[in-house]
């Protein structure tokens, strides 16, 4: 590449700004001139693709063995138009020199017509340095450059020497940086591909095998390296995780729309995005989830004790019957009895390992039953096709052992304190019991699954096996090569071993931040989390240490907070120490004097994103007074998106969103209504790029003192 002439060479001039010559182009349009050219690549790369449609149309009398075939060449040409298809995010992002060579960085990579390189795919080998390399540790470089861009357009550039005299540097591309770190937000998250750190990389990069557990604290991009490490596997090892799958999970389907752009954006569409409602989809109607159950019957949900306690709750209905049944047969009668129905129960629980399957058998021996207590010879199949139509024999082979679906087992364990009792045993206290039970509906259909009741469902479904009318691999779960867990903090164990299942083989990245733990029953620490996914699962751990997201001035109350919520937990070092202060503005009340700080936000904001945290039941109060003074928002619940410039957020679904302002709505209830208040107020104030602002009526919690400015003339609505 060293020898294209539109390019300046490796040992040339430094600055962008720089002439070559006298009156030759700067470096900066000789790069446009090849950012140019790598564009018309790609559109040519795109044509490409759609011609070959024309070359695999079948006709009427096409044979099936060429229909099969058109169809995946069809397949293959829309994954390469996806690979292809930027949008509006630059293809281009910086280039690496050594002494003979130079080689441009880019999303995907992109030849000319005689198949020289144009762009290198960041994810290979080659552009390794590009994010690696150091002062001490050059990998072969002479210099890094990185790109500003704005679409198509080159804005500036900067260079980072190697060799002697040039010193490390903590920070790469510190102007690139905080450049993409500046710009609005838009209520989707972007991706890092150009700005990519070091220890942001060694993680991308790291080997497929084994959990790999990302401890990152707000504002230090775990969730978008997890995201760029997706679209790594997936490049790196093609063969075999594009057959076996890659599964990332979100904690909530707002949170999947938020990062639903990145990896199609990093020219990959191959892994799946889901939440835990997604794995068990077969048995809840769409939409599931989403809703929170009170701390207590969450917490109680979650725990392992569930385990044993649906497996009991599955056995009570393997039961002999409870007194003879006799039936009519002609002249005579037949009978199956108590001690022998206890005999066809023992069997099936011995012969089977699932609830459901063994149906059949419980129905074969029953009939067995019913035909050997005649007295004078019968035909055993006319006694099966006779007796199996009498209400009283269903009656006592549903008594016996019932098929049932995982959400039938759990309605009618909750909707009976007996029921539960008898299926917890010793296991849990009468609180927990009480917790647990709810009125039944009238049908199964309508019942409101609550997340926590969702790896509850899965369990059942284990436990109880395919029905008979369903072949055993339709039954099965989908497992996944790899699977990406974001937020893990906040999964119980319940939810934990309901994801293990999917596994194929205990390849994990597991992504979170300890101190951001605030959901009931959440884990104290990466090693219970791990307990819980499975065996043998070969972990290792990278922490991400430096905040890039949140200036250090906005970190000084979630800083105090932190402190006093774990002590022992550090927060993340800042990397921007511009900005401003947060602001304390206290509100004469909370209908107008807010919809003013609103206001006054939107009108100094111009473009990006405003997020107003409350606490769940503020939602709707919050919401009401930004209508009454006419401003445009998102209401935002579980299933919606971030698609307005101001958005009301209750305060449990705000983890692991970026906004340019956050308007934290009454710090003091948040703290005192959420399970772990402390961390959820944590939470709220790590949420802004630009600007905090605390609003309240009643007193900001002890832990705040000092840790703000006072802000009373836009609290008023004065700019």
């Known amino acids: 590449m060293s020898d294209d002439p539109t390019l300046p060479a490796p040992d040339g001039p430094r600055n962008g700004a720089e002439r070559r010559d006298g009156e030759g182009p700067t470096e900066l349009e000789l790069e446009q001139r090849h950012v140019d050219r790598a564009y018309d690549a790609l559109e040519a790369a795109r044509e490409r693709a759609l011609s070959l449609r024309s070359m695999v149309e079948v006709g009427r009398g096409g044979t099936n063995q060429a229909r099969v075939e058109a169809d995946v060449i069809e397949d293959t040409i829309r994954d390469r138009l996806a690979q292809l298809e930027l949008g509006d ?12 060579d130079a080689f441009h960085i880019g999303r995907v990579a992109v030849s000319d017509d005689s198949q020289e390189p144009l762009v290198i795919d960041w994810r290979a080998p080659v552009a390794e340095p590009f994010y690696r390399a150091t002062g001490r540790t050059p990998m072969g470089l002479t210099r890094r450059r990185h790109f500003v861009t704005r679409g198509r357009e080159l804005i500036s550039l900067e260079d980072e020497l190697f060799g002697e005299g040039h010193l490390d540097k903590e920070i790469r591309g510190e102007g690139a940086l905080l450049a993409a770190l500046e710009q609005a937000r838009t209520g989707q998250l972007g991706d890092i591909v150009g700005t990519i750190q070091a220890e942001q990389d060694e993680i991308i990069r790291s080997a497929l095998r084994g959990a790999l557990v990302v401890q990152g604290g707000p504002g230090t991009g775990k969730t978008v390296v997890a ?7 997936l490049y790196t090892h093609r063969f075999p995780l594009e057959g076996q799958g890659v599964l990332v999970l979100g904690p909530n389907r707002l949170f999947l729309r938020y990062i639903q752009r990145v990896l199609p954006s990093l020219g990959e569409a191959g892994a799946e995005l889901g939440v835990l409602a997604d794995l068990v989809s077969a048995h809840v109607p769409p ?3 989403g809703t929170a159950d009170p701390p207590l019957t969450a ?4 725990d392992m004790r569930m385990r044993r306690m649906l497996k009991r709750a599955v056995r009570d209905r393997e039961r002999p019957l409870r007194e003879d049944l006799v039936i009519d047969f002609g002249i005579q009668r037949l009978r199956v009895r108590v001690d022998r129905s206890a005999d066809i129960v023992a069997e099936a629980r011995r012969r089977f390992r699932h609830h459901n399957p063994g149906r059949k058998l419980v129905e074969d021996l029953f009939f067995e039953a019913l035909t050997a207590s005649a007295r004078r010879e019968v035909d055993p199949a006319e006694v099966r096709r006779r007796a199996r139509k009498l209400p009283e024999v269903r009656a006592a082979l549903e008594w016996m052992w019932p098929v049932l679906t995982p959400a039938e087992l759990l309605h009618d364990l909750f909707g009976s304190t007996a029921l539960i009792r008898s299926a917890a045993r010793d296991q849990l206290s009468p609180e927990e019991i009480a917790s647990l039970h709810r009125p039944r509906a009238a049908s199964v259909d309508e019942v409101a699954w609550s997340d926590a009741d969702l790896p509850l469902i899965d369990e059942a479904d284990r436990l109880l096996g395919h029905r008979p009318d369903q072949q055993r691999e339709h039954w099965e779960a989908r497992t996944y090569g790899h699977i990406v867990i974001d937020e893990a903090q906040d999964l119980s164990p319940m939810a934990l071993r309901m994801i293990g299942r999917r596994s194929l083989n205990g390849s994990y990245t597991i992504v979170g931040d300890i101190a951001q733990a605030t959901s009931p029953g959440a884990a104290a620490d990466w090693a219970d989390v791990l307990r819980h996914l ?6 290792r751990r990278a922490d991400l240490s430096i905040g890039y997201r949140i200036p250090a001035a906005l970190m000084s109350p979630a800083i105090a907070v932190l402190r006093a919520a774990e002590p022992e937990l550090r927060a993340p070092r800042a990397v921007r120490e511009s900005g401003d202060p947060p602001v304390d503005a206290e509100l004469p009340d909370l209908q107008d004097s807010l919809a003013a700080v609103v206001r006054d936000e939107v009108a100094s904001l111009d473009q990006g994103q405003i997020a107003v945290i409350v606490a769940e039941e503020r939602v709707g109060e919050v919401s009401d007074a930004l209508t009454a003074v006419g401003i445009e928002h998102a209401r935002v619940g579980q299933g919606g998106r971030l698609d307005q410039q101001v958005a009301v957020v209750p305060v449990r679904l705000v983890k692991g969103l970026e906004v340019d302002v956050a308007i ?3 710090p003091a209830e948040i703290v005192a209504d959420e399970d772990r208040g402390l961390r959820a107020l944590y939470v ?18 002890a832990v705040l003192d000092g840790a703000t400015s006072s802000d009373a003339g836009r609290s008023d609505g004065d700019q």
């Open 299 to 302: 917490r109680t949900k979650g």
């Open 684 to 701: 709220a104030l790590t949420r802004a790029t630009k600007r905090l602002i605390l609003a309240h009526r009643r007193p900001l919690p």
């Open 89 to 100: 995010v630059a293809l281009v992002f910086g280039r690496i020199d050594t002494d003979a």
């Open 664 to 666: 934290v709505v009454e």
């Open 287 to 289: 939409g599931t989830g």
């Open 227 to 233: 995201l760029h490490r997706a679209a790594y596997l």
């Open 534 to 539: 499975g065996d043998d699962l070969q972990p």
